[in-house]
Structure formats: C-alpha cells, structure tokens
C-alpha cells in the first residue's frame, strides 16, 4: 500500500519465524554501535595485534628472515604460550571494547522506559537478553577466539600436519578461554547498565569492578593475610582459568576449578541482576 | 491480582466484546494493572481470562502477537529515527524487514508525523511521543490495540487530534480498542462501550450507545405561551410532564415520536424556543457507579 493511504489496515502477509526474532535486536544493536565512529576505531585497533601475530607466524616460517635476525630468531617460539599472550591480549582488548559498547546497550531502553514496547510483542525476556547479549558475543569473538583460530589454522599449515595433531588441544583452548571472558564480560556490562541505567556511569563502573576488584582484593589478602581475596579479583581468577587452559605453569594460590567455579558464579549472579530488572514494569509490593 | 499483601484487582467478571471500549476509574482503581495482567507482565494470583480467546496464563505470545499496546509513560529508544523505531517494533511482531519497513512508513504518515519521522525520537516533543507510540502499536496491523492513557500530557489540540485519531482507527472496523483513561471526555469521544473500575472491582459496565439510545425518550423543552392545556393534550399521549417555569421536562411514552408533540404545539399555537434530548452523560454514569 502506498504511503499516501492513510486509512489503517491491518496486516496479512507472512511472518518470520518466533526463533528469529532475536536477530531482529542484534542486528539493530549492531547497527547502532558501529554508527559511532570511536567505537568503530576501537574495532578496528583490536586487529592489530592479530595481524602482527600473523605477520610473525610467517617471519618463523621465513628461512631468510631468520638468517636476517640472527640469534634472535630462535626466541620466537610458536607454542602455547605465544597464543596464551594472544588471548591476553585480545582479552584486554575485549575488555576495552565492552566497557565502550556493553553499557549502551541495555541503559537507554530502560532509562526510556522502552522494555513494555519490547515485552508486549510475542518476545520474551530471554530473548531480548540473548539479542542484546549476542551483539557482544559476536563482536568480542570477532576479535578473540575467530583470529586465534585463524592464527592457529595458519601455523599449522606451515608447520605440517604433525604440529596441527599434536597441539590440537590449542584449539579448545583458544575458544574456551575466549568464550568464558566473553560470557563474564557481557554480563557483567549488561548487568551494571541494567542496574545504574546510564551509559556512562555503567562503563565506569565496569572498570571500576575490573581494576578496583583487583586492588581491593590485595588489600584483603595484604590485612587478613589469606588469599580468600583472589576470589573477587575477576581478573586474577581469569588468569587463573587461561593458564591452566594453555597448560601453562603458574603460581596461583587457588586451583583452576575454583577459579572456574567463582567465574561461573559471577555470570549466574549477573544473569540473577540482569532477570530482576528486565522487567516491562516494576512490581511495587 | 495481588502484590504482595496488597490485593488490586479483585472479583473481576466481564466481558468485553464492543469495538472500542473504555476503561474507567479514578487513580489506582486498577485500570493499568489490568491491562498488564492481560499482556502478561503480571502473573495473577487466581482467576482465569482470555483476550480475543487466548488463555492469558498459557498463550500470552498468542496474545501478544495479536495485541498493540501503547503504553501510559514515556517509552522510546531516544537514538534511534521514528521511522527504524516504528520498523523494529513491527519486525520484532514478525513482520519481515521490507514490508516492516512499508509499515512503519504508513503508521507515521497516518499518525501525523511523516515530516518528522527521520529525526531521532529523543529530539521529539511529549505529543510527537505519544504519537510515535500509537504509531508503533499500530505498525504490525493488531486485532486489538490497548491504548493506555492515550492523551496524558498532551495539549488541547494535540489531544484533538489524538482522539480523532483513535476515531479513524475504531471507524475502520480491523480492529477493536481498550482505551484506559481517567479522563471521561476521551472514553466519551471514542468509546462504545465502558467499563468503570472502582478499587479493583468492576463499578458499572454499559453500552454508552444503549444508553444514549434510551435516553432520546427524554426530553426538555422551552417554551412560549404555553399553558396547562399544552401540557394536559402531551400527558394524554401517555407522556410523563414536569413542568417548571417555561421549561417542560417529559418521558415520551413508547410510540410517542417528537412531531406529535410539535404537531401539539402548532394546534395550540405555543411556540418551542429549545428541545433538547436531555442525557445522561458519561460523568453521570461515572458519579453513580462511583456511588456519588
């Protein structure tokens, strides 16, 4: 019907499937954070690093290049603590990335008070937290787990197939790691948006639980003389979960199943914040 | 329904089936609360309901699938256009992107904000809001649009065009309306039929057309030169007479039609300066479920 009829009809051509109503919201939400141009840049700056990855991969691979550097050559080892680097550094980079975009992503529709618009159509909670969620976990693996994986491809082709075979487990590793930073850090950025509900003060927040965790965690450690406070040190027990994942040798008073233990705590406890305030309206007892 | 101790809709049994609907009460009857129930936000206590008849514990995405809802607060996604606002809204519905899209175009153009309908929904004004609002609960073509204090805070003519704007809707006959509104005015001037709630429970329901209909059969007329004649010749056609001053207030008994009593007047040369119908009105209907 042309524009210029208005008259109102209802409508009765086709509809989408209930199960890809979710992608309607991620592909809005993804449409909405690439229109900033510093969160765009930011996307971006995180590909740097996995290109200089890259860029060694092939210089280790390179006879005269390596003839060219000498002894030095030999201190490049690809195994897996160079990709245990690459998932640190991508993670840091995830990080920066969430606390730039994570916190816009729930707040306005709250602060506006555009949860009923969404939860009066055939639409769930659920499915509005996994369309929001998915917009994070998509572009955090674009940088995190999908380049590792590329990284990996790569060495192994140049390096044979008996590398690729014998350091499969890299594989799982990459994406486990990635995959449980990047649960923890969408839900945490969803939840404290959805709790203070402006952008800004959420973003700063997220930052403050990360770095301010960490702190506060020494200082329990430091007075109480346990080590009780690594526990509420996100970051710590993270580095915990990496190095056990790449069979990296470490120093952590605390094993990787504790540490795997209170990371799967905090998501349940944002996923518990996150189900108490998506609501279309608050109930007053 | 209940929140916790506090009971807010209790003994409700209706059914509505007019084509717009009034929902009535003052502050806290429960009018909003009802709706919420009706869409699902609300998990009620005991009881049962259906809306266009789907179950509202079991087939709440049935409900809503079927069901446009323009709620009573300020509900917007403030960096967004109206136009990929009203489109998102439809397409999260089901309507496919394109034809989402064609919608969202329509509903704008027919709400009134087509000049407006690229700018941000932020940037809008309160009457630009309220009509972005109707105009994404109309986008994905309901069987039921819930209309939830439609005209709060808006001005005198943009309440105007508000409610010429529901009018439209409800005169297209592809849809029934549930306007909740405090305000009688609104629920007179797009409403068929109105239910009043009064702390939860159901005050009064009626017919606002049945009643006006039943209330033709009153009249009042003013007068010049009438005398007791005039009066006695109208009670000998059955017709209940009070007569103060000039004024003649009457019940026209059945079969009685307004141009005998002209044709009365005429005969005994009285002149009728006004006839009115005199009606209920909404307020009165109000004031007496009110028990006021």
Redesign the interface.
């Known amino acids: 019907?042309a524009?210029?009829?208005?008259?109102?009809?209802?409508?009765?051509?086709?509809?989408?499937p209930?199960w890809s109503?979710s992608l309607?919201?991620f592909r809005?939400s993804r449409r909405?954070l690439f229109r900033s141009k510093l969160q765009t840049g930011l996307f971006v700056l995180c590909f740097f690093y996995p290109l200089a990855c890259l860029l060694i991969i092939y210089a280790t691979h390179n006879l005269a290049f390596l003839e060219r550097l000498g002894g030095a050559g030999s201190l490049i080892k690809i195994d897996s603590k160079f990709f245990l680097t690459f998932v640190t550094v991508q993670g840091t980079l995830a990080f920066v990335l969430t606390a730039f975009t994570g916190p816009g992503l729930i707040s306005?529709?709250l602060?506006?008070?555009?949860?009923?618009?969404?939860?009066?159509?055939?639409?769930?909670r659920a499915e509005y937290l996994i369309g929001k969620a998915s917009v994070l976990a998509i572009v955090l693996s674009q940088i995190t787990w999908i380049p590792g994986l590329v990284l990996f491809v790569v060495q192994a082709s140049l390096e044979g197939p008996g590398w690729a075979w014998n350091h499969l487990w890299i594989v799982g590793s990459i994406v486990l790691s990635s995959l449980i930073w990047i649960a923890v850090l969408s839900l945490l950025a969803m939840a404290l948006s959805a709790w203070v509900k402006w952008r800004i003060v959420a973003g700063a927040l997220l930052l403050a639980v990360l770095f301010f965790g960490a702190g506060f965690a020494q200082a329990i450690n430091a007075v109480l003389r346990t080590q009780s406070g690594d526990y509420i040190n996100i970051v710590y027990l993270m580095g915990v979960v990496w190095t056990s994942l790449f069979r990296v040798e470490n120093e952590a008073a605390i094993s990787s199943a504790e540490a795997w233990i209170a990371l799967l705590m905090y998501c349940a406890i944002c996923l518990a914040l996150l189900v108490r305030k998506v609501?279309?309206?608050e109930?007053?007892? | 329904m209940r929140?916790?101790?506090?009971e807010i809709l209790k003994e409700l049994t209706c059914s509505l089936r007019g084509r717009a609907i009034g929902l009535l009460g003052p502050n806290g009857a429960g009018k909003s609360t009802l709706i919420?129930t009706l869409?699902g936000?609300?998990k009620p206590s005991s009881g049962s309901a259906r809306v266009l008849g789907s179950d509202i514990r079991t087939e709440t995405?049935?409900i809503?699938?079927l069901?446009g809802?323009m709620?009573e607060?300020?509900?917007?996604?403030?960096?967004?256009s109206a136009v990929?606002f009203v489109q998102?809204?439809a397409?999260?519905?089901?309507?496919?992107a394109s034809?989402a899209l064609?919608?969202a175009?329509?509903a704008l153009?027919?709400v009134g904000l087509?000049e407006a309908r690229y700018r941000e929904l932020g940037t809008y004004s309160l009457g630009m809001k309220q009509l972005a609002?109707l105009a994404?609960a109309?986008a994905?073509?309901?069987?039921l649009l819930i209309l939830d204090e439609p005209t709060n805070g808006l001005d005198p003519s943009a309440r105007q065009r508000m409610i010429r704007m529901i009018r439209?809707?409800r005169d297209?006959k592809?849809?029934q309306i549930v306007l909740c509104s405090h305000l009688l005015r609104d629920v007179e001037d797009t409403c068929e039929e109105v239910l009043i709630l009064n702390q939860g429970r159901v005050a009064h329901y009626s017919n606002l057309q049945e009643e006006r209909k039943a209330n033709k059969r009153f009249l009042e007329l003013e007068t010049y030169g009438a005398n007791g004649d005039f009066t006695e010749a109208i009670e000998k056609l059955g017709c209940e007479c009070a007569v103060t001053a000039n004024r003649l207030k009457m019940i026209l008994a059945a079969g009685v039609e307004i141009r005998d009593i002209y044709k009365i007047a005429a005969e005994r040369e009285v002149r009728i300066r006004r006839l009115n119908f005199r009606r209920d009105t909404l307020e009165d209907i109000f004031l007496k479920a009110m028990g006021n």
């Open positions: 019907m524009v210029y009829r208005r008259v109102y009809t209802s409508y009765v051509g086709p509809l989408t209930a109503r309607v919201l809005y909405k306005p529709d602060a506006n008070g555009a949860l009923p618009l969404y939860l009066c159509r055939p639409f769930s609501k279309a309206y109930v007053v007892k | 929140f916790g101790r506090r919420n869409l936000f609300y995405r049935r809503r699938s069901v809802y709620p607060n300020d509900a917007f996604i403030s960096k967004m990929s998102m809204m397409e999260l519905c089901g309507v496919p034809a064609e919608r175009h329509e153009f027919q087509a609002k994404q109309i994905h073509g309901p069987r439209d809707i297209s592809q849809l």
